[in-house]
């Protein structure tokens, strides 16, 4: 247990269950002639209702803060529609984490279309 938890200082998650293997997530998507990656990511985390910050170009850090729950991400925009998530800091177990994750990439395939 002393090892999961110096792992998740070490690797930024926070969470006790977070697998840390699983935290960084290699996505492509199509998207459409004339929209930018970058620019679905930004809309697909607000919509959700995440809060998204361009810190350099090609890089968007989304926080999202719900009751208790805290998760920040960073997406890295990797090359021709692809990208990169990879978990800054969370509170969440695993299981969350991964369903939102899921839900925030639907949503950017959404807006990349």
Known sequence: MLFLGLMAIVCGCMAP???MTA???N???VVAKGRS???AIVRAASVRGWTPNEVAPGVVRCQIIQRSNFVEIEVRVTGDGRY???CVKS???ARKYEQWMTRLQSEIAKQAR
């Open 17 to 19: 269950d977070v697998d």
């Open 27 to 29: 996505i492509t998507v």
């Open 84 to 86: 990169t998530i990879h």
């Open 37 to 39: 990656l970058n620019e």
């Open 23 to 25: 935290t960084d997530r």
């Open 91 to 93: 509170n969440i177990p």
